[in-house]
């Protein structure tokens, strides 16, 4: 067996790690009643950029976990365009996020839970960034199980 | 000829004259040396959200003007639906801007040129919210030139 010391070189911290923080964000607009989905955006193993999903607080239905996440990053780097890096979203995104991230000419994209109805790879053309890797189905199934969860317990009430 | 008094019903307001109103706001935008493309969303007859686009002011390219306008509506509002309400926008919407106006659930889309390049009816499928009316060509010549004139000068300082 080989042992990875991540302290020495984080940009070699697997997916599943950065999915784990992803999942804390979603976990954050889960305790604010927000539709649970989080986001990171990782340059060369450092997180830059965090969003969780803040439609109902901000009042504004693009204010998705992507965008937030986007936008933070850009900030940080003082630079528009995050070429070396990487989104992590807990639910894959959406035509409105994914159309942000052509923008943002993103390297990587790596997603949870796969959204049937509103996720981007349901359009038969493609609208991310040529350059940009799509990766889906990491921790899938505790990333869709938020949601879900969250929905049911919603119908349970009303 | 019949006379139609706009002051006493402004909803009777025709496209153009929204139009002529995005195009300040494009105009604001041209003097931040932006790419010059402006926005506003109406509500019976009223303004109720401007934007332009401030991609480089903001240091982020999700700082499209329709983006700036739906989030300042449903401020106004203090709702997250725009249902009745018309976008006005003098460059055809990309798609993340399209994407976003599915989740606002907009009344209608008014644009002025259309963008062959990255405009969202380039798409095959549909990605707009099924309720939501769709004009393009508004005043296409005068809110085209705007931004092709913008891109040629930048290409002659270079």
């Not at 969003?51 to 990053?73: K, P, R, S, W, Y």
């Amino acid at each position: 067996m080989k042992f990875i010391n991540f302290d020495n070189d984080p940009s070699l911290l697997p997916d599943e790690f950065f999915m784990k923080e992803a999942l804390k964000e979603a976990h954050i607009a889960l305790r604010l009643d927000e539709v649970p989905i989080g986001a990171l955006v990782v340059s060369n193993g450092r997180v830059i950029g965090r969003g969780h999903n803040l439609t109902e607080q901000l009042n504004d239905v693009t204010a998705h976990a992507e965008m937030q996440a986007f936008t933070a990053a850009a900030n940080f780097l003082g630079a528009k365009y995050l070429k070396d890096c990487t989104l992590y979203v807990t639910i894959e995104p959406c035509v409105m996020c994914a159309g942000a991230s052509y923008w943002t000419q993103i390297g990587r994209i790596v997603f949870g839970a796969y959204d049937k109805q509103r996720g981007f790879t349901q359009l038969k053309q493609r609208i991310t960034h040529p350059k940009t890797e799509i990766i889906g189905g990491i921790q899938e199934i505790e990333c869709g199980n938020l949601v879900q969860e969250f929905f049911r317990r919603k119908r349970n009430k009303s």
